[in-house]
């Protein structure tokens, strides 16, 4: 048994004071490891700058002597000793669904943050003791034996079961069959509980009705609700942290539809992601980065079912549902990344890059494009099986096979089920879509007349992004399109001044044949003629229905998102 207790001598320093015992017997020295990573954020995590007043001691109260040996990893010299025991503290001042904040009316703890692991007692259980105050509701999905005391198997369930706790916290429940959820909400919310447990009940249904089951009987929904602007969650497999603002009234209609897409997203990974998962991350290895060529699946998938599950739900009416693949189809098309790296390769690219929106644009995003990929799957499956199977069978059969219990799956396992589900005209698709640069333009029109609906393309209705292919932010040129005649002319970074000798405002751009812009490139003032091409540029995409479609298309379109 691994014993871990955490104090809060002062909530408004944000230091979390943490002690750890180990039992190290007939061991010389023991690596204690901070993880590098987190499920769910594809990237290095800089957790072990948080670190402070790390101390080692023995079972006497002796100072063990330590060193880094790597940026992550503390050694201890065990010197004999039966026990050791760490004590340091953890800076947790960062507010997203993955990490820690601690405050003086919130203890909100992502445990991947801050606790160390050794591989000599990953397996161990272990007793975690948290100084409380006894006036705070608590959400957390580790089994407690009383007010401030939690139990843990092992590491790997302990990091995957964060806590919230305050004075201020609200907690919903309902029930789906025989399981229990919870919606635990620290902040403001412009919905009513009523509101917030019928939705959530609705696609919870859903879900749990199509994929025959869930995987467990307790599942915890924990929102931390922002008067800023967010939006973040991180799945786990009992529960997961949603992360979202602004909350007011004047914003509650967007507020609510974040809630319902990232709720919904996350819910599907209890599924993907927790349990079905990568050959590379089964388990998880959390000292070091793990690549994966099949972000395609993880947020792929997800991403896509999130969303469609709203909709089979009756959460989101189809205007609603073609609002969000809109979103998706403009998110992909603007991106001119879409043309410089594959889906497998962008995928692989996250643990250089991570997250960041980079220019020059050279990657895709394995939730965008991957959502738009499980869109044409789905309807491709769906069109070649007269509609008696679907992507969804595709991911009911990793989850019988390929579960990270049983070793994950690869790339090559993916394929074979798409292409048992979907049949052999599948393989030259799957390596179009994952493992080419191709548009998907084309591809997304033939799979989505099979549902009566057609993917139209319009142009931007700034001239200056449109027939320029320029995009500014606050007057500052922030993305150029590649090959387009002003990238030889102007740059990323350009302040443009005045447009055709009137001062520049970024509302209502009218350009001409010949555009003659005075622009501000560091400490130089520039007068630049720029001509218009006949290309258009970040046109934008959305799904339309067919006003003649046939009795045959309406029938799949209502089979597609549960009209019928």
């Known amino acids: 048994m691994i014993d871990c207790h955490i104090s809060f001598p002062n909530p408004l320093t944000h230091l979390l004071h943490i002690q750890l015992k180990f039992d190290v017997r007939d061991q010389s020295s023991i690596d204690f490891i901070l993880p590098a990573w987190r499920p769910g954020r594809y990237e290095l995590a800089p957790f072990v700058e948080n670190i402070q007043r790390f101390k080692s001691t023995d079972e006497s109260d002796k100072s063990l002597n330590w060193e880094k040996t790597r940026p992550n990893i503390w050694t201890v010299n065990c010197d004999k000793s039966k026990e050791i025991t760490i004590n340091y503290q953890y800076y947790a001042n960062k507010m997203d669904a993955g990490n820690s904040v601690l405050d003086d009316r919130q203890i909100y703890i992502n445990f991947i943050n801050c606790i160390f692991f050794t591989k000599v007692h990953s397996d161990e259980p272990i007793n975690l003791t948290l100084e409380i105050p006894q006036d705070y509701s608590i959400s957390c999905s580790l089994r407690s034996t009383s007010f401030g005391q939690l139990k843990a198997d092992d590491y790997l369930q302990l990091v995957d079961s964060p806590i919230l706790a305050s004075p201020d916290l609200r907690i919903l429940r309902y029930a789906v069959e025989e399981y229990n959820f919870s919606i635990a909400i620290l902040g403001d919310c412009p919905f009513s509980d009523e509101k917030i447990i019928e939705d959530f009940k609705s696609f919870t249904e859903s879900q749990i009705d199509v994929m025959g089951g869930f995987p467990t009987k307790q599942y915890d929904f924990i929102v931390q609700s922002l008067d800023y602007t967010h939006y973040h969650g991180v799945e786990h497999q009992n529960s997961t942290i949603l992360v979202l603002g ?284 720029v001509p218009i091409t006949p290309d258009t540029y970040y046109n934008s995409f959305k799904i339309e229905a067919k006003e003649n479609a046939s009795p045959e298309q309406l029938k799949n379109l209502s089979l597609w998102l549960g009209n019928i």
Not at 287 to 301: A, I, N
Not at 338 to 353: C, G, K, Y
Not at 359 to 368: E, G, T
Not at 504 to 510: K, P
């Open 246 to 529: 602004p909350n007011d009234e004047a914003n509650k209609d967007a507020y609510y539809e974040k809630l319902m897409g990232v709720a919904s997203h996350e819910l599907f990974h209890t599924w993907n992601v927790t349990r079905i998962r990568p050959k590379e991350m089964s388990p998880y290895q959390f000292d070091k980065e793990t690549m994966t060529k099949t972000g395609f699946v993880t947020e792929g998938f997800t991403t896509y079912y999130g969303d469609w599950f709203l909709k089979q739900s009756g959460v989101f009416n189809q205007q609603e549902y073609f609002k969000e693949l809109n979103t998706l189809f403009d998110r992909h098309f603007e991106n001119y990344g879409r043309h410089e790296s594959t889906l497998i390769q962008s995928s692989l690219n996250l643990w250089v890059d991570g997250y960041k929106n980079l220019f020059p644009s050279k990657k895709v995003s394995i939730y965008v494009k991957g959502a738009l990929c499980s869109l044409i799957l789905d309807l491709t499956i769906r069109r070649n099986t007269n509609n008696d199977s679907s992507l969804i069978d595709v991911v009911k059969n990793l989850y019988k096979k390929y579960t990270f219990e049983q070793g994950g799956y690869t790339q090559k396992q993916v394929y074979e089920t798409l292409e048992n589900t979907g049949g052999a005209s599948m393989k030259p698709l799957l390596h179009t879509l994952y493992e080419t640069t191709e548009s998907l333009d084309t591809y997304l029109k033939e799979a989505l007349f099979f549902v009566g609906c057609d993917l139209i393309s319009k142009p931007s209705t700034n001239e200056l992004t449109s027939k320029l292919g320029v995009k500014c932010q606050n007057n500052k040129i922030a993305e150029i399109a590649p090959k387009s005649y002003p990238e030889k002319l102007l740059s990323v970074g350009d302040e443009i001044l005045e447009l055709n000798g009137s001062k520049f405002e970024t509302e209502n751009i009218v350009v001409t044949d010949q555009n003659q812009l005075k622009i501000k490139r560091g400490s130089r003032i520039l007068d630049i003629l």
